[in-house]
């Protein structure tokens, strides 16, 4: 069973096997129809598509919700059952991410929040696919649809209300995913508040892989989230990002480090602003001015 990262090698050998899934998350915030258009051009053979908007995510409402809510249990079973995902079967997700695995890792924390332990990402992604000359067909492609039975861990995700309680205690960590740019509040060109949650630290998730997109080293990993983590536990950890979809990269390089529990603010910081008596934090937390959003 793989249950963190999968190499190209390895999903060439099960390509075929009828109890493997394949789920293509490429999505582009800038073009959100981009990901479906490139993957009826092409895909890994037996792929099925995954819109991280119609799909991975419940519909967004504007001053209340964040970009990318989660779906409720029932209809992220239901989209889970009509990819032909049950109980013994192995998913994979990929995208084309830079690194990869940013967008495919929300496939991955979902199907674990619901209880389903065999998923992993492709290392490297669509572009490590192609540069091993592995396989590629064309156009829209169904699986047999199957039962899918959610089995929730509600205890992985928190709420705003959890946040706020957390961000206040001196024995958990609110680690924020994002560039260390958008932390800071210097370069916010997505939410229309720049900074982060006060007392969070910048954990930014692309630096979890290498220079080509891939995952780092097992130990490389434990020795940079040991290092943000301090004393605390991973499962006094909390991550959140955006919108609650490359935060997941966290969580998966902390599982495939041999450190899981983390738990995922899967609003995230384009919920958090939703209310103007939410604080809002600037800069670095050793030299941190506070605001609220007008």
């Known amino acids: ?44 053979p037996g792929a099925v598509h995954a819109h991280m908007n119609e799909d991975l995510s419940a519909p967004h409402e504007p001053g209340v919700t964040g970009r990318h809510p989660l779906p409720s249990i029932r209809d992220m079973a239901a989209t889970f059952s009509s990819w032909g995902i049950h109980d013994g079967c192995q ?110 630290i910048s954990a930014p998730y692309a ?3 290498t220079a080509d997109g891939k995952v780092r080293s097992v130990g490389e990993l434990k020795e940079r989230f040991r290092s943000l983590l301090g004393v605390t536990p991973p499962q006094r950890a909390a991550f959140y990002c955006g919108s609650g979809v490359t935060a997941a990269y966290n969580l998966l390089a902390m599982e495939h480090a041999g450190l899981p529990g983390a738990r995922l603010y899967a609003g995230s910081w384009s919920e958090w602003i939703t209310d103007p008596n939410r604080p809002v934090a600037t800069g670095t937390e050793s030299a941190m001015s506070t605001s609220k959003d007008p």
């Open 207 to 209: 630096e979890n892989a």
């Open 91 to 200: 998913v994979i997700g990929y995208d084309d991410s830079l690194p990869s695995g940013g967008m495919a890792a929300r496939l991955w924390w979902c199907l674990r929040w619901l209880g389903h332990d065999a998923v992993a990402v492709l290392d490297g992604g669509w572009a490590s696919w192609l540069a091993s000359q592995m396989p590629v067909t064309a156009g829209m492609e169904r699986r047999m649809p199957a039962t899918f039975t959610p089995r929730p861990r509600p205890e992985i995700v928190l709420s705003v209300e959890d946040v706020q309680v957390l961000r206040n205690d001196p024995t958990s960590r609110l680690l924020d995913s994002r560039s260390a740019d958008r932390y800071r509040g210097e370069n916010e060109t997505i939410d229309p508040v720049a900074g982060h949650i006060p007392g969070a």
């Open 1 to 44: 069973m793989f249950t963190t990262f999968i190499s190209t090698q390895d999903l060439i050998e099960h390509l075929h096997d009828e109890n493997w899934v394949i789920v293509d998350c490429r999505f582009s915030l800038d073009s959100p129809q981009r990901g479906r258009v490139d993957y009826l051009q092409a895909h890994i």
